[in-house]
């Protein structure tokens, strides 16, 4: 079983547009499929940095004395590339999907097809997992996580259930999370309802919305001028921010304009959105909701 297929593998390091004597940074390593292209197009002279959390991705590092792999998450990256004495990059590459591997382990509990305990943890050394979110958090926060998150306009009451139902016992397992919220689960809507709580539940296990602000915060710090960004999100909450940061350096509010109505920005947009082929989805489902989007320091 391959690890993970990389998504948009070509047009994502293209996007870079590769000096083979530069340091780069992939800040999702995952099956290592987009580092390995990226050391395809540096030379002798390049760097290549990669992050991931997650223990597993440790197995797939890469035999390369111009390849590092770091055991964190990309939150930290400006931290952890000044530990290796790197200021500054020429391009920076991020993959923000959860991996075929995570998916497909049924016992990290990523999945809908799986029966598994609610775990859903990216970074296993974690404490809170979707138990804890599922069995402790309150009704209140239960249905911002399913609002916010999940884009569910039945979070009220999903809330409301879900903790009625822990109050006789504990939801240990996916199946048993099923079966509480069974009602808001239509059959032939099943699937996606069920992949949109999941997906609430697992950004707040993983922070992966302050996460990916902290990241996208550094870029404009960490890159060269003219160093690229490759972006690769794929759902709306975290696309809206990629898109916001790249055209106003902020996730809210707009930019201070001068008096003829002009306002800077770290970054500008390169081309235009970039998503997979009809061909690319065929071979590799998960990559039908992918979006590119690739920008450049000023």
Do not use: C, W
């Amino acid at each position: 079983m391959e690890y993970h297929n990389p998504v948009l593998l070509k047009e994502t390091v293209d996007g870079l547009n590769i000096n083979p004597e530069g340091v780069y940074v992939d800040v999702t390593f995952g099956g290592g499929g987009h580092s390995k292209e990226m050391l395809k197009r540096l030379g002798a002279k390049g760097k290549l940095f990669a992050f991931d959390q997650d223990q597993d991705a440790l197995l797939n590092t890469i035999d390369d004395e111009r390849f590092t792999l770091i055991n964190e998450n990309f939150r930290y990256v400006k931290r952890f590339l000044r530990f290796y004495g790197v200021k500054q990059v020429d391009g920076i590459l991020a993959d923000f999907g959860v991996s075929s591997h995570q998916f497909d382990v049924a016992e990290r509990g990523f999945s809908t097809r799986f029966e598994a305990n609610l775990d859903m943890r990216m970074n296993q050394q974690n404490a809170l997992s979707a138990f804890e979110v599922v069995n402790k958090y309150d009704e209140e926060q239960l249905k911002n996580v399913l609002l916010l998150y999940g884009e569910l306009r039945s979070a009220p009451a999903m809330a409301k259930v879900i903790v009625d139902q822990r109050a006789l016992q504990p939801i240990v397992t996916s199946e048993e999370l099923k079966k509480v919220l069974n009602k808001f689960l239509p059959p032939r809507h099943e699937n996606k309802v069920l992949a949109q709580i999941y997906q609430a539940i697992r950004i707040e296990v993983n922070q992966e919305i302050e996460a990916l602000k902290e990241f996208l915060e550094q870029t404009p710090d960490i890159l060269k001028q003219g160093g690229r960004l490759s972006l690769i999100s794929y759902h709306s909450l975290e696309d809206r921010l990629v898109k916001r940061f790249i055209r106003n350096g902020m996730f809210e509010g707009e930019p201070v304009r001068d008096m003829y109505g002009n306002f800077e920005v770290p970054l500008k947009k390169v081309n235009g959105l970039v998503v997979p082929s009809k061909e690319e989805i065929k071979n590799n489902s998960r990559a039908r909701s992918a979006k590119l989007r690739i920008a450049e320091k000023v």
